[in-house]
């Protein structure tokens, strides 16, 4: 069974601080997704990383996955406030023509000014 | 184009009642997912849709779960004899096309039990 950790799980943050979100998975997993979540909102899509060593970047995000590790990172350079909100990692795994998505627990980071 | 949509946004229903969510896929998206996320879970898969193949429902939590996909398109969640612990937001995703590993969630529903 594939088992998503996500660290910390509260995070508060002081504007223009960096900070790193981690993100293990237990066993296989073909896609690490990252994704947002605004307080009554839905997720929204921030990275997929697909293969070993993929770093994507956006904005203030930046993304690695290290499959040996079964470890994905999310790295916020000088938080803003505007990046207050949950972030979730989660590993797709595919099997016996079925496909799905294991989250973590989230991490809720609250960035003040 | 439209995003995915999902109907209705809040119920609030007693329980013991049945109820129905709908889900609007993206147009032209084959896949179709179900997850649930309440406070003390987080987010769960509950059923996953690939064009004409069989669902995958090992996520649904009891047999008063079901869901089905007409026409391979819009999605029903039916909960029958709702129970207090199925109070969550039921959210739906879709993928497809050029980029077909990317998941796509609609807006939610939010299922209150009383």
């Known amino acids: 069974e594939l088992k998503v950790e996500q660290n910390p799980l509260f995070l508060s943050m002081q504007e223009g601080k960096n900070y790193t979100i981690y993100c293990n998975y237990s066993?296989?997993?073909?896609?690490l997704y990252w994704y947002r979540q605004d307080p009554g909102k839905s997720l929204e899509s921030l990275f997929v990383l697909l293969s070993n060593g993929a770093v994507k970047q956006e904005g203030r995000l930046m993304a690695s996955l290290d499959t040996k590790a079964r470890l994905s990172t999310l790295h916020i350079t000088a938080a803003v406030h505007d990046l207050s909100a949950t972030y979730f990692c989660a590993a797709g795994y595919s099997g016996a023509g079925s496909y799905q998505l294991t989250f973590g627990k989230g991490t809720k980071l609250s960035v003040i000014p | 184009g439209a995003g995915v949509s999902q109907s209705p946004s809040n119920k609030v229903t007693e329980k013991g009642k049945d109820v129905e969510l709908r889900c609007d896929p993206i147009?032209?998206?084959?896949?179709l997912y179900w997850y649930r996320q309440s406070l003390g879970q987080g987010l769960e898969f509950l059923i996953y849709f690939q064009g004409n193949s069989a669902p995958d429902k090992s996520g649904l939590p009891s047999d008063r779960f079901s869901a089905e996909r007409t026409g391979g398109s819009v999605s029903t969640l039916t909960i029958q004899r709702t129970q207090q612990e199925d109070s969550a937001v039921y959210l739906c995703?879709?993928?497809?096309?050029?980029?077909?590993?990317?998941?796509?969630f609609g807006p939610g529903t939010r299922l209150t039990v009383t």
């Open positions: 066993t296989t997993s073909d896609r």
């Open positions: 995703a879709s993928s497809g096309g050029r980029l077909s590993y990317e998941q796509y």
């Open positions: 147009s032209g998206h084959t896949a």
